[in-house]
Each structure stands twice: as structure tokens, then as C-alpha cells.
């Protein structure tokens, strides 16, 4: 018998058929009844389900690409955070099927219908040629949510119907953002900023061909580029000129025309992809980096690490310059209003979906800055060199969102490889830091700089005096 096999016998004495007891000396037959179970087996069933599992990795990189353009629902790992939860629902209006038809959403599904008309200059004709565009892909844009439960409960035209009232909500929103034109929006600025977080949540998304296909009905390619532009510029917040580089040259950097690698999935990854450098995390980071430990504001600047503002709002846009004695680390301006952690949280939430992005640039972003960031009086500093401008309250608020944001989080580990290398070598040069410490603890003024200098001009003229009191004869 095979050791693979489950085998057990019973081997039984059966007496010889007679009518009477068998006795001593008697022939007993010997019975071997064996049990054997073919769940244990190699048999062409199994061959079968391995063969399928062969099959499911060889269609799978099919499946993937087929399903590029996803709008999922925020992963339950965030959601279960009681602290964060009320950042993933919208506050005023509902964009597309997730939250569709909740009784505190309703009193904006008329407002719906006004800016439908707005957009379509209250034009009936341009309206049908518009349904009939968003006729053309409804279908696919339907195949794009994940959660089909949400989506069962609207048949084709509730959907069409969904697609086309929304979209031109959206347009017309960003439109009148975009163009300064906030009057038209008949909202009040606390509903209007309600808007602006709510359609930059994760489960408050339309498919971004369908607002594709809409903006190209009204606008030019250029033209509908160039209002997604001013938009994201408007919510990233207003940012005072920086010193480094001209005016101009803010206004360029700020108002460039979008450029998309890959057809985004929706608004939200529009915004995220104007935040985020891909190729910034493309170079391995160096063989020799040993970032081990994070390091606050208020320790990288006792020895001698200053903070400059970025001259662009890239989250990628890090920078580090080592000098002889000193060094300066440039960072990205942020503004930090109400609607900031939720945008973050959304972004990072997009992002850890199965067929979200995978650079997790802004999940490395948030956690570069969680570093940097223990107290008030970090936050202060960075206040203090205008890289955070904190509309939300107090500087502690500010540290305390970084940090909740933060945990939990995953940062690609080439995020910021070649900066956080070249702090942690200015980091352990002991000339350097002992440089900077004496430096940081006697000129901590201007007032200590002026007297240093003094006395060292003085002790410069008494040595003058006194060189030529020994040799009088020369003038």
C-alpha cells in the first residue's frame, strides 16, 4: 500500500460457516477489509483546479488592464477610523451613484437642474446633442464603479440621466471657479466651499471620459485644459510670491495647460496628478542611504538645516543643498484650511484601491511631512519661512492633522531617497553640526552678530594700535 493512500484495514476473525463453535486447533479464515480515501488521491479533478489556477494568472494582467478606469469606494481600513470618518462623505452634494439619494443631499438635486441649464446656455437643442453624447458611453462609464450593489439600483436611464444632471453640475462649478465668475453659482461662499471638498471625495466621482465627453461638446481641447488648470491652482489655495522667481514665472508654473500621461479615472486623480512628479520616483535611491530615524523641524535646524518654500507646489518638488556650514531644505508651499485633510485623505485613500495608482505620492508626501512635524513649534517654523499657510486654526491643529493622516501610512520607499540621504550625511558630519550648534547658540539675533563683529573690528584696530606702538618709527 502507498503511504500517500488513507488506508486502515479491520482484520476480523470469521469462524468457518458450521453449526457449531469452532475448537481448538481449527482453520479461521482471515478477513482484510481496506478503506481507501480518493480525496487524497492525484486524481483529474485536481489537475483541473490547478490547471484553472495557471489559467486566472495568465488572464489576470487582462482583467487589470480592462478595468484601468475604476471608481472604487474608499477601503474599509479608513473608514473604520472614527477620527476620519466624516472626511469620505459629501457634506452638501452627491456626485454619481455611491451616495445618490441621501434625504440630506436632496436640497441640491434642484439646484442640479439650474446649472444644467446654465451650461448649456438654456439651449434645448444643445442639450439633447449632449444627452445623446453621454448616450455613447454610458455603458462603459457604468462598467467603471466597482461596488455593483450601488449600481443595481439605477436601471440605464436613471443612470444616463444621473451621468448627464451631475456632470453638468461639476462642469459648470468648475467653470465658474475657474473663470472667476462665483455669481453665477447663486450659491453662498459656505455652500460653494462645501462643493469644492465634496467633489474631490474619493466615493463622489464621475468617469472621467464622461466629463470628458461633456467638456468637449462646449470647449476646445485647450480651452477645457486650461480651466481644469485654473481650478486645481484655485484649490491648492492662494500662495504668496515667493522671492526666489518672478512673478511670471509663478503665473507659469501655476497655469500651465493639464497634461496627462494616462486618461485619469476622475477629478480627484486630475488634481492628484498636478501634486505628483512621477518620474521623481523613478531613481533608485542610493546603495549607501541609511535614513533610520525621523528627525523634527526644530533638530534639523539646530544643526544648520534651513527651510525654504519650493519654487513650484509639487508634492515632489524636495530639495536638499548642503553648504560648508549649513544647508537648506526646500519644501513645497501647502495651504492648510478645513477642506485640506479631507482632499489628503481622499487622495491617499485613492491610492491604497486595488487599481489605484502605485507611486503613493502623496502617501509619501503626508509622510515626509509627519517627519518633519512633532509640535506647534515646528509648524511655526515652517509657518515662519512660508511653506505652510494655516487657515485652519491653531499651529498644533496643523501638526496634529499631519500626524493622524500619517499613521498607518505605506511611503514609496524611493520618495525623497536622494534628500533624506544627503540629510542624513549633513546629519552625521560632526564638523558641521558642531559648526552649526556653535553658530545656532551665539548668534541666535542680529543684535549677537552685530556685537561679534564689533569686537572682532576693535580687537582688528587694537592690534593695529599696538603694532605700531612697537615700531614707532614708521608712519
Given amino acids: 500500500m502507498k503511504a500517500s493512500e488513507d488506508i486502515f484495514s479491520m482484520r476480523n476473525e470469521v469462524p468457518l460457516p458450521c453449526t457449531t463453535q469452532p475448537q481448538p486447533g481449527d482453520q479461521i479464515e482471515t478477513l482484510d477489509i481496506v478503506i481507501q480515501n480518493d480525496a487524497n488521491r492525484f486524481c483529474e479533478d485536481d489537475k483541473q483546479w490547478l490547471k484553472s489556477i495557471i489559467n486566472l494568472e495568465t488572464n489576470h494582467g487582462v482583467i487589470d488592464k480592462s478595468r484601468k478606469l475604476k471608481l472604487e469606494k474608499v477601503p474599509r481600513i479608513f473608514r473604520e477610523k472614527k477620527a476620519k470618518k466624516n472626511c469620505f462623505d459629501p457634506l452638501v452634494v452627491s456626485i454619481g451613484p455611491y451616495h445618490h439619494g ?17 451650461y448649456v446656455s438654456n439651449n434645448l437643442h444643445m442639450l439633447e446633442e449632449l444627452y445623446k453624447k453621454v448616450l455613447d458611453v454610458a455603458k462603459p462609464a457604468r462598467e467603471c464603479y466597482s461596488d455593483e450593489d450601488s449600481i443595481k439600483k439605477f436601471d440605464d436611464k436613471q443612470f444616463i440621466r444621473m451621468m448627464v444632471l451631475d456632470g453638468c453640475f461639476v462642469l459648470q462649478f468648475i467653470y465658474c471657479f475657474a473663470q472667476d465668475k462665483r455669481d453665477l453659482l447663486k450659491m453662498k461662499s459656505n455652500i460653494a466651499a462645501c462643493v469644492q471638498r465634496d467633489l474631490l471625495l474619493l466615493e463622489n466621482q464621475l468617469p472621467f471620459p464622461v466629463l470628458k465627453e461633456l467638456m468637449s461638446f462646449r470647449f476646445s481641447e485647450d480651452q477645457w485644459k486650461k480651466m481644469l488648470s485654473n481650478f486645481v491652482a484655485q484649490i491648492r489655495g492662494p500662495v504668496k510670491i515667493n522671492k526666489s522667481f518672478s512673478r511670471k514665472a509663478q503665473a507659469q508654473a501655476d497655469h500651465q495647460l493639464i497634461h496627462f ?50 519654487k513650484t507646489r509639487k508634492f515632489t518638488d524636495v530639495t536638499f543643498i548642503s553648504m560648508f556650514f549649513e544647508a537648506f531644505l526646500k519644501l513645497p508651499p501647502i495651504t492648510i484650511d478645513d477642506s485640506t485633510e479631507s482632499m489628503l485623505l481622499n487622495m491617499v485613500a ?59 501610512l505605506v511611503p514609496n520607499p524611493y520618495a525623497y531617497a536622494v534628500v533624506k540621504h544627503r540629510i542624513e550625511k549633513h546629519y552625521k558630519n560632526k564638523i558641521k553640526i558642531w ?8 548668534f541666535t539675533s542680529p543684535w549677537t552678530v552685530i556685537a561679534f563683529f564689533a569686537a572682532t573690528f576693535a580687537l582688528f584696530l587694537s592690534a593695529i594700535q599696538t603694532y605700531w606702538a612697537v615700531k614707532p618709527g614708521h608712519s
Fill in 350 to 408: 485613492y491610492e491604497a484601491c486595488p487599481e489605484g495608482p502605485d507611486d503613493f505620492g502623496v502617501s509619501s508626501y503626508v509622510c515626509f511631512m509627519d517627519s518633519l512635524i512633532d509640535h506647534a513649534e515646528d509648524v511655526k517654523e515652517l509657518r515662519s519661512k512660508g511653506i505652510l499657510f494655516n487657515f485652519l486654526g491653531s499651529d498644533q491643529q496643523v501638526a496634529d492633522l499631519f500626524n493622524q493622516i500619517a499613521d498607518n
Fill in 435 to 442: 559648526l552649526a550648534e556653535w553658530f545656532h547658540t551665539h
Fill in 261 to 310: 500621461e494616462d486618461e485619469p479615472a476622475h477629478l480627484l486623480e486630475v488634481v492628484r496628478t498636478q501634486l505628483i512628479e512621477k518620474s521623481a520616483y523613478t531613481i533608485p535611491p542610493p546603495s549607501c542611504s541609511d535614513w533610520s530615524s525621523y528627525r523634527s523641524t526644530k533638530e534639523l535646524k539646530a544643526v544648520g538645516i534651513h527651510f525654504r518654500p519650493s
Fill in 102 to 118: 441621501k434625504p440630506e443631499l436632496q436640497f441640491m438635486e434642484k439646484h442640479k437642474l439650474t446649472m444644467a441649464q446654465q
